[in-house]
Every structure is written in C-alpha cells, then in structure tokens.
T-cell receptor, first 112, second 112 residues
Framework: QKEVEQDPGPLSVPEGAIVSLNCTYS??????FMWYRQYSRKGPELLMY????GNKEDGRFTAQVDKSSKYISLFIRDSQPSDSATYLC????????????FGTGTRLLVSP | DAGVIQSPRHEVTEMGQEVTLRCKPI?????LFWYRQTMMQGLELLVY????????DSGMPKDRFSAKMPNASFSTLKIQPSEPRDSAVYFC??????????FGPGTRLTVL
C-alpha cells in the first residue's frame, strides 16, 4: 500500500463548479502538505503549502488538512477551463524535510 | 531567471544503450532532485543532492543508474544499460531551504 493515496480521476465538472480534490496518507509523521498542479507535458508547479492541521486560502484555492483523519483536501471555487490539469498532493515529515512523497495525481477537466 | 533547464526534452533509444539526462538548477538553489514519473507509479524520487553531495539515493536502482553533480549549476542522471521499463518522464527540480521545489519541463525517455 502506498504512503499517499489519491484518486486518479478523471474528475469532470462544468465551469463555475466547486471542485474537491483529496488525498489520504498513512504516515503520522507527515507535517508539511503541498498541492502541485501539472499541466499536460509540463513539470509540476507548487500551488499551496500548509503546515500541520488547518485551512489555508489563496484566491479561489483552499487547502485543508485533517491530521486526525490523515486526510487533506484542495477546494477550487468558481472553476475555470484553465484549471484543467493534474493535481498532485505531496507531503513530508519534519525530519525528511526536503524529501517529498507524492500522490499519483487526480486529473481534473473543467468544461466551458 | 530561466527556471530549471533540462536536456534533452525527448530521448528515444534502444535497449542496452547508455542514456544521459542533464539538468541546470536555478541559480542559488542548494538542493537538486531527480524524479521519475510514470502512469502507474506517479512521481518517484530517485536521488537528491544538497550542496552537490548526495543526501538520499534510496529510490535509485544503483545497478544501472548513477547521478552526479560536479558543480552547483549542473547535474546528470545516467542509465547504463537502459531497459524498456526505464521509459518514463524524468524531472529535475531545485529548491533553497524551503519546501518549494521548482520543477523543470522534464525529459521524456522511450527505451525500445
């Protein structure tokens, strides 16, 4: 079983919908949680970064961490066709500070 | 800044041949990472460097893979001999002492 599990999708939504992307993990030592966005044939780019539990908001994006359930989420409000991409969660412990463990990614398709 | 630069962007080779992938990190970044991405396994860390020294290569098949960083602005990942199962997209990423890795555009490797 993988340390980080993520539904591969694809997740298809109409423009303007609220999108919820999720990851579960098994390693309770994970403290830092990130979401990367990857467009087709491009490298991943960092979207959101949170430490420990709680919420963080940046524009249309909200990252949520529930350490008690070992569950993290990324919400996208007012989704746009330009949000169509693969979203990867990533996480690390404080000891392996730079060694990220990635989910396999969820492909999101936002139709106009 | 030009970002992380990788070459070649595409490589097609035959089984048994040597393959060398190249990476130029962002100037001033102390960490350099090599990842492999496949549909089945997602993004896997192969090796990472801190100030040119290997910090962790536990994800790298050492019988055929080798990674070097001869100076702060250049790294190579070599596969010898290559096998069809090595077909994947290889990403290089760099970062400073924060949890934000900047990825290059990747090298798409096909081993026939």
């Amino acid at each position: 079983q993988k340390e980080v599990e993520q539904d591969p999708g694809p997740l298809s939504v109409p423009e303007g919908a609220i999108v919820s992307l999720n990851c579960t993990y098994s390693n309770s030592a994970f403290q830092y949680f990130m979401w990367y966005r990857q467009y087709s044939r491009k490298g991943p780019e960092l979207l959101m970064y949170t430490y420990s539990s709680g919420n963080k908001e940046d524009g249309r994006f909200t990252a949520q961490v529930d350490k008690s359930s070992k569950y993290i989420s990324l919400f996208i409000r007012d989704s746009q066709p330009s949000d169509s991409a693969t979203y990867l969660c990533a996480m690390t412990s404080s000891t392996g500070f730079q060694k990220l463990v990635f989910g396999t990614g969820t492909r999101l398709l936002v139709s106009p | 800044d030009a970002g992380v630069i990788q070459s070649p962007r595409h490589e097609v080779t035959e089984m048994g041949q040597e393959v060398t992938l190249r990476c130029k990190p962002i100037s001033g970044h102390d960490y350099l990472f090599w990842y492999r991405q496949t549909m089945m396994q997602g993004l896997e860390l192969l090796v990472y460097f801190n100030n040119k020294a290997v910090m962790d290569d536990s994800g790298m098949p050492k019988d055929r893979f080798s990674a070097k960083m001869p100076n702060a602005s250049f790294s190579t990942l070599k596969i010898q001999p290559s096998e069809p199962r090595d077909s994947a997209v290889y990403f290089c990423a760099s970062s400073r002492l924060v949890n934000e890795q900047f990825f290059g555009p990747g090298t798409r490797l096909t081993v026939l």
